[in-house]
């Protein structure tokens, strides 16, 4: 008696069943199916090369295992006895997800599926059969990924859209759970932030003087400092001052950089300065940057800690600097900057004013985290070159979301980087080395612009969209996240590492 498969409608209701032979004729009839991604300790994929014996796909390489739930099967059991069938796997199967797709194969047939995702862990013996099997092996997901970008004629489609379904959700869950743990030192260390502020603040000005660290924020600086401390068999007890007094000086910097660009939002709410106006802001300022030094005075290593708060803070101003002989116009009252400002940069030149301007408090954070820790020395090095690597990572991404982000999501206005006539943003510096003579010069002269319209950073945006600009971008940021993950191997492997090799992908992943 020939299989019949469950025929549905697009919410996944039966409305019937039907033989397999017609589902798979012409366009196919919309019915069930599930897809099997297996998993050994070592987080590898058990994938399969179908049999050349298979109507559909023959010889194409698939998960785990690929079929259809029979009437009166719920997804998980239909996978489970299809395990048994085609690799005499026994393997209990949890349901995570399900998409709906069509796909043709040449001119014998298709498939047009609501395809449920089953996950498992597997790591016992696998004797295929081979009518349905013609070989298998274990690989891991980003070899995998690769494997399917070179050579996409290889995978069948459930396959490929399967593991990008997969890869989704995995980097949403690790995303979450980030958040979490981020979230849970960011309330270890926010009453050791409101205490420093506070203190010697009279108390009408204390709310004008907190507003700046109650706009919000990750406070990814701080968590960078704890779990360095942990990494290296610190206490959170001792390291927690410091941290605090990173987060101050990050956004006692904030601060500054606002008035200096005249930026009036960030993180979807008013600039310090745009609400109280310039001269609370520098007074504000001014409380930060004393804050820091409490904070320093108040950890285990004073002195060091007090030397590095002072080294970064210098740095910064730097980098800060050169970002401003970037701007193309602007500050025409400002002698300094008219005289010395670039008319070009190299990529040698953004990477020297990141390096600065937004690496410096990263290495910091890290370097505080060691120090406090009493690491070695050869400790310290893997992980300066760890932050180093994550530092520029982390503005390249800031750089893509000026660009290509989301407002609400990034909390700032999008373009504005186009409006503060910047060259320092790695996005215009691929989109300038790609244009044209006369799209480039057109480009420029938006950017040398005494006033900036929308209508001109409309205009910017749609010179950018014609490049690369933004997949130059982010292959560099990735060559930097591999970086600092790679000097993680020369780190105590436990579960701080992996955290930080957590934050290093979500630092490119990220919308925020």
């Keep these: 008696m020939a299989e019949r498969l469950l025929i549905v409608d697009e919410n996944d209701k039966i409305v019937g069943t039907e033989t397999k032979e017609k589902c798979h004729e012409r366009k196919g009839i919309l019915h069930r199916a599930f897809t099997v991604f297996l998993f050994n300790d070592k987080g590898q994929l058990l994938i399969q090369k179908r049999s050349k014996l298979k109507k559909l796909w023959p010889g194409y390489w698939e998960n785990s295992c690929s079929s259809h739930p029979l009437k009166g099967e719920s997804y998980v059991r239909a996978g489970e006895r299809r395990l048994k069938e085609e690799l005499r796997i026994s393997c209990r199967l949890k349901f995570l997800d399900k998409f709906q797709y069509q796909a043709f194969y040449k001119n014998v047939g298709s498939e047009n599926e609501i ?58 869950k690790q995303g979450l759970e980030l958040k979490s743990i981020l979230n849970k030192y960011s309330k270890l260390v926010e009453p050791v932030i409101e205490k420093i502020l506070n203190s010697y603040v009279d108390k009408k000005h204390q709310k004008i003087v907190r507003y700046q660290i109650l706009t919000g924020g990750k406070r990814l600086r701080p968590a960078l400092a704890i779990i360095c401390c942990q990494l290296l068999g610190g206490k959170v007890k001792d390291v927690l001052p410091a941290a605090a007094g990173l987060e101050i000086l990050h956004n006692y910097s904030l601060i500054i950089d606002d008035m200096i660009n005249n930026s009036n939002l960030r993180r979807e709410k008013p600039t310090c300065w745009f609400k109280f106006g310039r001269s609370i802001a520098e007074c504000v300022a001014v ?101 180093f690597n994550l530092g520029i990572a982390f503005q390249i991404k800031d750089d893509i979301l000026d660009i290509f982000g989301k407002e609400k ?78 000097s993680l191997k020369n780190l105590p492997q436990n579960k701080w590492n992996k955290l930080l090799a957590e934050i290093a992908n979500f630092v490119l992943e990220r919308n925020e």
């Design 115 to 172: 395809c449920a995702i089953l996950i498992g862990k597997y790591n016992g013996k696998i004797k295929p059969n081979p009518k349905e099997v013609a070989a298998w092996k274990w690989i891991g997901l980003e070899e995998l990924e690769k494997e399917i970008e070179k050579n996409p004629q290889k995978y069948t489609p459930w396959l490929k859209i399967g593991l990008k379904k997969l890869m989704s959700l995995r980097k949403e």
């Design 287 to 387: 409380d930060y940057s004393a804050a820091v030094f409490q904070a320093a005075n108040r950890s285990k290593y004073p002195v060091e800690i007090s030397e590095i708060f002072a080294k970064t803070t210098k740095t910064i101003v730097d980098g800060e600097i050169l970002d401003i002989l970037f701007e193309q116009s602007e500050r025409e009252n400002e002698k300094y900057v008219i005289e010395n400002r670039y008319n070009e940069i190299t990529e040698k030149d953004y990477l020297g004013m990141v390096s600065k301007k937004t690496t410096a408090l990263i290495e910091a954070c890290c370097e505080i985290g060691a120090i406090v820790a009493g690491a070695k020395e050869s400790e310290r090095r893997a992980l300066k070159n760890y932050d």
């Design 409 to 486: 999501e990034f909390g700032k206005k999008i373009g504005k980087d186009i409006e503060e006539r910047k060259l320092g943003n790695i996005v215009i510096f691929y989109t300038l080395k790609e244009l044209s003579r006369k799209e480039k010069e057109k480009f420029l002269a938006i950017l040398r612009k005494s006033k900036i319209k929308n209508k001109d950073i409309k205009e910017g945006l749609k010179l950018i969209n014609k490049t690369k600009s933004k997949e130059k971008s982010f292959l560099l940021g990735e060559r930097y996240i591999k970086e600092a993950k790679e």
